[in-house]
């Protein structure tokens, strides 16, 4: 910088002076610049792996990624809980852990006078034979904990045949008894994080296939003759056979669940079943398995009508089902102890062979009456609703050929949905007809074009207002006002062009 005799700065002589700066300390510059570059990287790296400030690390730069979040603690939902880790559980999924569960529930069993305890399952892969709950218990599976079913069949054991089936539901005799199991209890949770339950069906669908079981498969979830039972926000997958088997239980509620197996090569898989039991919530559950997504029982023929428990007072609710060679909503076909009071509503069926179907027989007897459809989608459906009363499987052949079934006061309403071949399918026949059935509101688009798309026989009740497609001239016709606008005509014969 020159300095000039009025004490002003020469403007010429100020870049001659940078100029001359610059080409003296080019390798300086170069240097500093590089290392500035270098430091925007670093806080840029920082910053997408983490952040920085006093929350990271109090202002300095991170050059690390954050570790990994921890699990979320486990809520305290009985006075005392424990982790599975206490009674010597190891969760590599190669240690087998039914004594840790065993010791586990024996503790918990005795604080039932003072509210009962909590087992969590941390975090880990936790391989186990059978193991019974006891009463006043929370089950609390934290996210990324698997229960695991050991696969080999000598460590399950077998149990009596359940009274209202006869004797083993595919083989007779002794059955083996499920993954996780309860009778006679009060006050159940099992509920978590989203942690899972995962029955390793593989092996028993395959020994299945090539007849080489001779006891009838387990369920993964069973409880048996108990009462105030919640199962919530957990996921059982891939069960030998029915997932989430309720069996003459009251005050089931089943929210937020999560119910997988493959839709296809996984026999029998149902998911939720609920059998002879009253007032049960199924709501807001992803669903999709290789039988049944949801299925109501009651008994099955001469066994269910002696043991006379019906199931009744069920709602399901926020359901998505997908069931490839079955149905989303099923009732039946075991049912001879009665089936009544359900409401079925805002269910969306997907990629299904069928929607929703009762199904039933000669010698079941029993009753369906009192069911209501409501908010249906169905979304690539095979067929929408189906009604079928030759469901011709008997658990013996001591059935009572006159036990015919009553099926009366069937409604559906707000029904939609597109993709669907043949949107109603409902037959009756001259020794069980169907009576009371309704459908209002009902807009189905259809992927095939042959006449008879809305099949019914022997049956007696009423279309009010829209319904598409045209309905089958079985029913009387409505409008919205409740006005009756055409008497049915009877036709009790209806070309079948396809089996569905």
């Known amino acids: 910088m020159v300095e000039t005799s009025s004490g002003r700065l020469h403007p010429h002589g100020q870049r ?35 952040g920085t400030g006093a929350g990271a690390g109090g202002g300095f730069l991170r050059l690390r990624s954050s570790p990994l979040p921890l699990a979320r603690p486990a809520p305290r939902l009985r006075p005392t809980a424990y982790n599975l880790t206490d009674f010597g559980g190891v969760g590599d999924g190669l240690a087998v852990n039914t004594q840790a569960f065993e010791r586990a529930v024996e503790t918990i069993a005795a604080l039932a006078e003072r509210g009962g305890g909590q087992l969590n399952v941390p975090p880990g892969r936790w391989l186990t034979a059978p193991f019974n709950l006891t009463s006043h218990m929370t089950l609390f599976l934290a996210e990324g904990a698997e229960i695991l079913g050991i696969p ?17 539901r595919e083989r007779k005799g002794p059955r083996f008894g499920s993954l996780i199991h309860g009778q006679n209890l009060k006050d159940v949770v099992i509920t978590g994080h989203n942690g899972t339950i995962n029955g390793q069906g593989e092996v028993w ?10 006891n009838t498969r387990p369920p993964l979830v069973q409880l048996m003759w108990s009462k105030d039972i919640i199962v919530s926000n957990i996921t059982l997958r891939n069960s030998p056979f029915w997932h989430l088997h309720p069996y003459d ?8 669940v999560t119910i997988l197996s493959p839709v296809s090569g996984a026999p029998n898989t149902d998911g939720i079943d609920p059998d002879s039991c009253q007032d049960v919530l199924i709501e807001n559950c992803y669903i999709s398995v290789g039988d049944d997504a949801i299925a109501v029982k009651s008994g099955w023929d001469q066994y269910g009508i002696a043991y006379d428990r019906p199931s009744s007072n069920i709602l399901i609710r926020n359901v998505t089902a997908r069931s490839l060679v079955s149905a989303g909503i099923s009732i039946g076909s075991e049912m001879s102890g009665g089936v009544a009071n359900v409401t079925v509503e805002n269910v969306h069926i997907w990629e299904s062979r069928r929607g929703v179907r009762i199904k039933t ?25 189906v009604i079928k009363v030759d469901y011709n499987e008997h658990a013996d052949d001591g059935y009572d050929r006159s036990a015919f079934p009553d099926i009366a006061g069937i409604s559906f309403k707000e029904i939609h949905g597109w993709g669907v071949r043949v949107p109603v399918r409902a037959h009756g026949s001259d020794i069980i007809p169907i009576k009371d059935i309704s459908f209002q509101d009902m807009s189905v688009g259809i992927s095939y074009k042959k006449k008879h798309i809305f099949q019914c026989s022997y049956i007696k009740g009423r279309v009010i207002g829209a319904v598409f497609p045209k309905p089958c001239e079985n029913l009387d016709i409505y409008n919205e006002q409740g006005q009756l606008v055409k008497r049915a005509v009877t036709v009790n014969s209806t070309e079948v062009d396809y089996d569905i």
């Open 16 to 50: 001659r002076g940078v100029a001359a700066f610059v080409a003296a300390n080019k390798t300086l510059l170069a240097a500093v610049w590089v290392v500035g570059f270098t430091l925007v990287f670093l806080w840029q790296s920082a910053s997408i792996s983490g």
């Open 249 to 256: 239980c009251t005050n089931v509620t089943v929210s937020n």
């Open 205 to 214: 669908w395959l020994k299945h296939r090539r007849r080489m079981l001779n």
């Open 152 to 168: 080999d069949e000598k460590y399950w054991p077998l149990m009596p045949a359940l009274p209202s089936y006869g004797y083993g």
């Open 361 to 385: 027989a000669t010698g079941r007897g029993g009753y369906i009456r009192n069911i209501s459809y409501r908010n249906i989608t169905f979304d690539n459906v095979r067929a929408g609703i």
